[in-house]
Every structure is written in structure tokens, then in C-alpha cells.
């Protein structure tokens, strides 16, 4: 393998490390938020995706992302929302059911 593309995968590997750190502490977050939140209702927040979405594109988009970059990106963080949503309605039961914070 040429020396360009290890150091380049290399450096994909250490992006991907910190990635995953950053989603596992998003998840903590979403965990925390389950149990402040006043009912199951609150979980869902139609107008905080909405804000979510247009400041991730916009970011992208300052970032100097092309067009389908920034579209590949919105993509991947509309699954992280369902997956976060998803993940916090679980946390949401389990801790009503259970009677203690998880």
C-alpha cells in the first residue's frame, strides 16, 4: 500500500476514534435528558430537529462542504437523531418502570 494512503487511513481511523468518543457522549446526554424531561411527550421535539438539521447543514456548508457532502452529512445526522430519540425513549421507560435513574 503506498505510504499516502496508510497515513491517510491512519488519520481516517483517528477521525472515526473521535467520532464514535463524541456520539458515546451524545448518548450519555440523551440518557441525562430522559430523566429531566416531564413526560414521554417532551422526548420527541419536532422544531429541535428541525434546528438541529439547519445548523448541522450550515456548518457543513461554512465548513466548504460541496453540495453532496453537506447532503451526505444531513443524512448521517437525521439518523443519529432517530437513533438519539430512539435510544432516549428507551432510557425515558426503562428509568419510569424501573423507578430509579439508570
Same mark, same amino acid.
Request: hydrophobic share 45%.
Given at each position: ?32 435528558? /430522559? !430523566? ?5 411527550? &417532551?422526548? #420527541? *421535539?419536532?422544531? @429541535? ?32 437523531? /432517530? !437513533? ?5 425513549? &428507551?432510557? #425515558? *421507560?426503562?428509568? @419510569? ?6
Amino acid at each position: 500500500m503506498p505510504t499516502e494512503l496508510a497515513a491517510l487511513r491512519e488519520r481516517i481511523d483517528g477521525l472515526d476514534e473521535k467520532l464514535v468518543a463524541l456520539l458515546v457522549e451524545r448518548f450519555a446526554c440523551m440518557r441525562q435528558a /430522559a !430523566r429531566i424531561k416531564p413526560d414521554r411527550n &417532551a422526548v #420527541y *421535539d419536532g422544531q @429541535r430537529i428541525a434546528a438541529v438539521i439547519s445548523h448541522v447543514r450550515q456548518q457543513a456548508e461554512a465548513g466548504g462542504a460541496d453540495a453532496a457532502v453537506v447532503a451526505a452529512i444531513t443524512d448521517i445526522y437525521r439518523n443519529i437523531i /432517530a !437513533r438519539s430519540i430512539a435510544y432516549e425513549f &428507551a432510557c #425515558y *421507560d426503562r428509568e @419510569r418502570e424501573s423507578g430509579r435513574p439508570e
